[in-house]
């Protein structure tokens, strides 16, 4: 790892989603720096170039020659390309390898959107959408549940231990249950919610998350980010 060239790692201080790969180059001891860019440089043409989406994460790896988006797919990308320890992902071809993709697709298709749906409809909609606002509301219930349902009995999403699956669902989860910017505020749903009384083992699974040390660096950096960018 020491030989290295460092990653370019794209990032923004206040949306969710840059985090998780944070979390894995950490775990995963990948050397990187971090540049942070701001939302109307992410709709121009130079940083088009590296992401057409006009959103980040990005990621640039000159050991590889290889310039990706989605966090989804780089997390895939790095814990392929550099977790042969298999320090937070499976061997390929095993029942967990496939297990671990599966819910970092539900975190992709099921969480984020349905999360960030919630999220919009209740604090950001300049109209209020009592309809929306009911709908994705009750999103973020089922996603709970479904997950609260599937670790009764089980500390991690796969194979018994900490992965890139499980740090895919932290910073949605941070957003909506804790203030994004002051962690001892309670977030926008913590009130309506209320994991630890009606999703215990999401609140437990979380709780054990967050005792990880790349995990507490990693939330540690984005505060300290914020106040920066």
Known sequence: MDQLKPLVFWSHAHGP?????AVV?????????????????????????ININGRVPAIEDPNTGIT??????????LVETYDKARTVSFAPGTSDYF???????????GQGPYFGQALWFHRYHSEQVQSAKDRYLKEVRRVCDVLN????????????????????????FKLAFASWY?????????????LEDNFPNVAAWL????????????FEDRVKSLANH
């Open 99 to 109: 297990q671990a993709k599966q819910w970092l697709h539900f975190q992709m298709s």
């Open 207 to 218: 709780s054990r998350l967050e005792q990880r040390p790349s995990v507490a660096k990693t």
């Open 25 to 49: 180059l950490e775990d995963l001891k990948v050397p990187y720096e971090t540049r942070y860019i701001q939302f109307p440089e992410m709709k121009q043409p130079p940083y088009e170039k």
């Open 149 to 172: 349902r599937y670790l009764d009995g089980r500390e991690y999403l796969v194979g018994g231990k900490f992965s890139y699956a499980d740090v895919a669902f932290i910073p949605w």
């Open 68 to 77: 990706l988006w989605e966090s989804g797919a780089i997390l895939e990308y």
């Open 17 to 21: 989603n840059p985090w998780k790969v």
């Open 182 to 194: 002051d962690t001892t505020t309670p977030g926008v749903f913590a009130e309506q919610v209320q």
